[in-house]
Structure formats: structure tokens, C-alpha cells
């Protein structure tokens, strides 16, 4: 009976699905089916690797217990050759064509496994690398105009990277740009602390939220119409204003 591919099953063990011709031939092929199972299993726990960490390295007695093992292998041991170098082997009796037809199919089937579970990790590293790295909202805030700028209309949002920086980015709309600037503040809810952010140039705007402004005490988002008279404090004439809602 001829058996799958080696290669083939590698790929169904990392995930590929089997065609209905492959699937009837597992069911009726004890020999193929267990070495997919073998497969299936050497991949689960190479994926569990994943998320550990660097792993560390093994100690030389198990380097020296590969190599033992390896040039324990018949075929290796009686040539004599060293471990590495090329074996021409003479033709084989026909008894023993099954075993050796047996040991090249392994051969091949753990490269090719081997392959394919260094592409899965790879992957997997790689979005877990980006993952880790793509920021993630954490609160968001509607800002409601003030009597003064009725046509007023804003958001807010709060995100956090994988270091623990946090970014505000307001958006503000519909409103009559008059003299002076527009500066972005955090406030207190019951309005007694405040921190400025920086100013508002244009509609849109990024700003560091400072590592020591506790969010959920500075949970109000304004934006101010400012004077250029030097005086750093709030002028009192806010455009918009919301409070974060936490996600």
C-alpha cells in the first residue's frame, strides 16, 4: 500500500486540511494515521512554547545524548563514518527494503515537520511582537460644546502602549476659530486640580499623558479658547468638555 507524503502530513499536523482522498486513506491506513497523530502532538507542544519567553539553553549532556543516539543508529555505526559526512550505502537486500524504505520516510518527515513548525513559530513571534506593540484604547470621551461655541462637537481618546505610555488624541469640529489658541486639559471631576496638555493646532491632536496624571482622578477632557497674553492658566472660555468613560 503506498502511504502520504511525508511533507504532506507535516502540513496537515501545522493545520492544512486533509482532501476527501487523504481522509479515506487515513481511515484505512493504520501506519499513516499514527504518524499524523505523532505529528499533530509534536506541534501542540511546540505552540505552547510560544508564549514562554526565551527558553533556556540546554546543557551540554543533552547535545552529547543527540549525538550518542544518532551515531548509535546501525547503518551509521557499522560505516564508522563520522556524524555528518555523507554515507553512499551499498544496494540493500529486498528483506530489508521495508525498514530502510521506513527509516527515509521518518527522515523525511521530521524535516519536513521541522520546517514547518520553524515557519509556525516564526509566525507567531512576529504577531505576537506586533501584537504587544500596537496600542490599545483604554477610555474614550464625547466632548459637549459650552453655551459660548453651541456648533462645537469633539471626541477623546485615551490609549496605552505595551510600555505603559499613555497618548490622548482629541478631534474638534464645527466651531468659529477666533484670536489666540486652543490648549487641551485634564480636570479633576469636581474641577479643583487641572493639567494642561498642550496646545491644539488645527482639528486634531496626539498628546503624552504624564506618567504621574492618574486618569481615573483627571477624568475630565477640555479644550479652551486661549489668549496669547503669556498667563498659563485656564481662561475659563472652554469650547468642549467630557468625561472619559473607561473601556
Avoid: Y
Amino acid at each position: 500500500m503506498s502511504h502520504l507524503d511525508p511533507e504532506r502530513l507535516a502540513l496537515v499536523a501545522v493545520g492544512e486540511a486533509l482532501t476527501d482522498a487523504e481522509q479515506q486513506h487515513l481511515a484505512t491506513c493504520d501506519a499513516c494515521s499514527l504518524e499524523l497523530a505523532e505529528l499533530e502532538h509534536t506541534v501542540a507542544v511546540g505552540r505552547s512554547t510560544v508564549t514562554l519567553g526565551d527558553l533556556e539553553t540546554p546543557p551540554e549532556r543533552v547535545w552529547d545524548r543527540i549525538l550518542d543516539e544518532v551515531r548509535s543508529e546501525p547503518e551509521l555505526a557499522a560505516s564508522g563514518i563520522p556524524v555528518g559526512v555523507p554515507v553512499v550505502s551499498p544496494p540493500a537486500v529486498a528483506e530489508n527494503q521495508p525498514d530502510q524504505r521506513r527509516t527515509r520516510r521518518r527522515g523525511r518527515m521530521l524535516f519536513a515537520l521541522a520546517a514547518s513548525i520553524a515557519a509556525v513559530l516564526a509566525i507567531a513571534g512576529v504577531w505576537t511582537f506586533v501584537r504587544t506593540q500596537q496600542p490599545v484604547e483604554i477610555a474614550s470621551a464625547t466632548l459637549d460644546a459650552f453655551p459660548d461655541h453651541p456648533d462645537a462637537v469633539g471626541t477623546a481618546e485615551v490609549t496605552e502602549l505595551s510600555d505603559g505610555e499613555r497618548t490622548l488624541t482629541v478631534s474638534i469640529d464645527d466651531f468659529d476659530e477666533s484670536d489666540g489658541f486652543r490648549e487641551v486639559w485634564l480636570i479633576t471631576a469636581d474641577a479643583s486640580d487641572l493639567v494642561s496638555l498642550g496646545e491644539l493646532d488645527g482639528k486634531k491632536g496626539t498628546f503624552v499623558v504624564p506618567a504621574d496624571v492618574d486618569l481615573r482622578d483627571f477624568v475630565l477632557v477640555d479644550v479652551s479658547q486661549e489668549p496669547r497674553d503669556g498667563n498659563p492658566a485656564h481662561s475659563g472660555d472652554s469650547i468642549v468638555r467630557g468625561q472619559l468613560e473607561f473601556s
